[in-house]
Structure formats: structure tokens, C-alpha cells
């Protein structure tokens, strides 16, 4: 087959499933990407061995993630089992050792100054929003004017990931931010558009979550998921339930929710070093 009838024929497929916009374009990418590097290498069939030999020099060379490895996989095994109907190689049969990252999470005095130092009411409301109900960026870029229930308090996320609704939190001074933002801006659509309508992009917010880090002299790694992490972790710091904050995250399982309570203050607040218990000189 034909890399141009391959890729059509996977997004037929694909969208029939109902896969989302976004996971229909990382499968094809992924398709795509395989299919150079066998021009590339001059390869003209297909085999087990050429399969490993393409995912050992994503990882090796390409350094890729695990996730992004995963998707790759799953990419290939679509194109086998569901595409071409044939056996899925045993090369794509891959069981990961599990990486433990723990993530970066601000203090509340971190993210006090990192929200102070944003003077556009614009970005304020942006990165007030992603901290106050832990949004993914995806899902605030995609969230509309109509989502925001200002009189029960809650930020409606539509079709976020694994194309599930669920609900957060609308905090009392997020509120009163947004509908001064709302009046002053008044987008049509979405509550975040850029300049033009339509969509603010990813790599805006990106672009101010980076310049709030340097202004309020954050010297952690911070990014805007990380506001996602200091929102999951500072629930769970202040006594609210874990099965709450794994609704309001919208994690399908608990145990990825049970990642903030590794982290937690309140944790380490328990433990006193062994160094706190010797009578030493103090320079």
C-alpha cells in the first residue's frame, strides 16, 4: 500500500472510532515518520526486525520519551491490526520499565508571586484559571465562554482527555477576574481567543507562564502543567479527599492521582531528620 492510501485510509478509520483531533494527527504523524525512515533507509520490506531496528533508533538517537514511544507503538499496532489486517510484529509487544518522575510543584508563596508579577488581565485570567481548577492546557484553550457557570461555581470541562466531561472548581477570585476580563475582552466563542477569534494557541501561554517564572524569580523548573501539579498538591495539602482531586484532575485512575501524596507537605512535615536530634556547633 501506498503511503499517501496508508494515511488516508488510517484516518478514515480513525475518525469512524472517534478518536479526537489531536490523537488522529499524532497517529498519522507517527505513521508518516515510520514510513520516511524506511525510504530513508532504503527498506522495501517490512519485517520484525526492521520494526525494532526503527523503535531502537527512536530511542537511542531520536532520545525519545516513553510516551512518546508509546504512541509510536500504538500507532504501528493501529496500522497492523486494524489498516493492513495482519499480526501485530512481536517487536511492538513492549512492556516499559515504569519511569518514577516526581513532578515540580510551586509553594502557595511561589505561585502568589508568580501571579503577582502578571500585570495583562488577559494572561492573569489565563494562568489564575489553569491554577484555581487545574485544567490541562488543551482543555483551557478549548474551554468556551459558556462552560464558565458563574452562578454554581463551576468551570465545565467538555471533552477533555479520553473525550470525557467532568467538572471543576470556579474559585470566588477567579471570578470576579474573569468577568472583568469577559466584559473588557467580550470573546465570542472561547473564553481565551487570540487577536484574530478563534483558539488562543498553545505556545502563548507558554510563552507567558516562562516570562511570570523569571519575573517573579522562580528558580524552579516551572511550566504551565506544573501549575496543574501545585493545584492537585495544595488540595491535598489543605485536607481535601484524594478521590475529590482525582475527579476534579480527571484521572481515570486513582493510583495516577496517588503521585501528589509522595509530595505532599503535609508528609514531610512528619518526618524530622536524624540531624535535628545531635547537639552540634552551628557555623
Do not use: C
Not at 499496532?77 to 499480526?87: A, E, G, P, Q, R
Not at 469577559?182 to 487570540?194: C, I, R, T, V
Not at 492537585?232 to 489543605?238: G, I, M, P, S
Request: no cysteine.
Amino acid at each position: 500500500m501506498l503511503k499517501a492510501d496508508l494515511l488516508k485510509t488510517a484516518k478514515q478509520k480513525l475518525v469512524i472510532r472517534n478518536y479526537s483531533p489531536r490523537t488522529i494527527a499524532s497517529y498519522l504523524s507517527a505513521i508518516n515518520h515510520f514510513s520516511e525512515w524506511l525510504i530513508t533507509k532504503k527498506v522495501t520490506k517490512v519485517t520484525d526486525e526492521k520494526v525494532e531496528k526503527y523503535l531502537h533508533y527512536l530511542k537511542q538517537t531520536k532520545k525519545r520519551s516513553i510516551s512518546s514511544m508509546k504512541q509510536t507503538i500504538a500507532s504501528l499496532k493501529f496500522i497492523y491490526s486494524d489498516v493492513l489486517k495482519k499480526d501485530i510484529p512481536s517487536s511492538l509487544i513492549i512492556q516499559f520499565r515504569k519511569e518514577e518522575k516526581i513532578p515540580v510543584v510551586l509553594s502557595e508563596e511561589e505561585v502568589t508571586r508568580l501571579l503577582n508579577s502578571v500585570n495583562n488581565l488577559k494572561h492573569s485570567a489565563i494562568l489564575m484559571t489553569i491554577y484555581s481548577s487545574g485544567i490541562r492546557l488543551n482543555e483551557l484553550l478549548s474551554l468556551q465562554v459558556k462552560d464558565i457557570d458563574f452562578d454554581r461555581n463551576i468551570i465545565i470541562v467538555k471533552m477533555g482527555k479520553g473525550k470525557k466531561d467532568r467538572q471543576s472548581v470556579l474559585s470566588q477570585s477567579l471570578k470576579s477576574v474573569l468577568i472583568n476580563y469577559l466584559g473588557k475582552y467580550q470573546p465570542s466563542k472561547y473564553a481565551f481567543e487570540g487577536q484574530s477569534g478563534g483558539r488562543y494557541s498553545a505556545s502563548s501561554v507558554q510563552s507567558i507562564m516562562k516570562k511570570a517564572v523569571k519575573n517573579a524569580g522562580v528558580k524552579k523548573h516551572a511550566t504551565v502543567h506544573t501549575l496543574r501539579h501545585s493545584f492537585a498538591t495544595h488540595l491535598l495539602e489543605n485536607g481535601t479527599d484524594i478521590r475529590f482531586i482525582q475527579e476534579l484532575l480527571g484521572h481515570k485512575r486513582l493510583e495516577t492521582t496517588q503521585i501528589y501524596t509522595h509530595i505532599s507537605k503535609v508528609s514531610f512535615d512528619r518526618i524530622k531528620s536524624p540531624l535535628d536530634r545531635l547537639d552540634i556547633n552551628l557555623h
